[in-house]
């Protein structure tokens, strides 16, 4: 064994660590809440039939039901065709806890509604983010000017500062503006990232000042540089900086509870959770897993897709 043990292993709990609650997620999504509350059942759960009790609370047989029905049970008194229905009502609401727990991650709440809108969000975020940090972290990056190292000062100082400590100011801001329940208070108070105005100008720095030089001789304003120019050769930091900033603004919870109160067609994807938290007894577990593994694929799918580009960003940017 080699020296670097130790190492290996500490590496091997962290990832045990940072994978735990996936598992637990995951397999909780495919359990029936029995199994759930015993802690029981293995990572796919048993899969044995189950009865949904909120389908046969809502179609329970009413006199209307019995009367209509007396013709089937022919010489059967109004108990026993209740019973008869009931248990058809049961059979009909029977199903396997997989299919349990995503069907009422879709149905109990607007999922698809609450996916779309931190698709409008998260998307409309970064770009707005793309056109301000690109020209500014080229401004700082390769052009001199009086004040550009303590605009860059402030820049690293802006960092330090907690989303938390100003999010009573921006509220009360929206609010005077009527912009609160809105997409636009969901989208503007991020449009500006500091942290992407550094990663960009930081990859910037590694940019050849003849690239810039010939661009300027073959005539290129500075903005057509930018986009012309430094674009093209920004695309593994802006990859980067694209996982930070959706995934950041895809997990918010802390903002949308904030300014979205009573509109629940606004509702981001964690706002959506929301909608399974009323059963103390853990009954919407399953549910709430399910609802959250699919709000979290599309982040590991696109990261998976994106990694080696990702990685080079991060490294080419000088954040090893």
Known sequence: MTRDWWKHMVLILGTII???????MVSYSFKSPGEIDRGEGGFFGRQEMMIDPRCVALRQPDRADIEAARA????????????????ETEASCSMRPVVFNYSKAFTEAPLVRYLLNGVIVTVSIFLIQVVVALPAAYALAKLKFWGRDAVFG??????????????LPLYIGLAKLGLTNTYAALVVPWTISVFGIFLMRQFF????DDLIDAARMDGMSELAIVWRVMLP????????????????HWNDYFWPRIVVT???DLFTPPLGLREFKGDGDGSFFGPMMATATVIVTPLIVAFLLAQR???????LSGMK
């Not at 089937?72 to 248990?87: W, Y």
């Not at 820049?155 to 999010?167: E, G, S, T, Y």
């Open 262 to 264: 009573g509109n629940r």
């Open 72 to 87: 089937r049970f022919a010489g059967q008194d109004d108990a026993n065709v209740q019973a008869a229905l009931l248990a």
């Open 18 to 24: 940072v994978l735990a609650p996936f598992y637990m």
């Open 233 to 248: 050769t920004a695309v593994p930091a802006l990859l980067a900086f694209a996982i930070f900033s959706v995934v950041a």
């Open 309 to 315: 580009r990702f990685i080079e960003g991060i490294t």
């Open 205 to 208: 720095m590694t940019v050849p």
């Open 154 to 167: 402030l820049v690293l100082f802006c960092l330090l500062i907690p989303v938390h400590a100003i999010a």
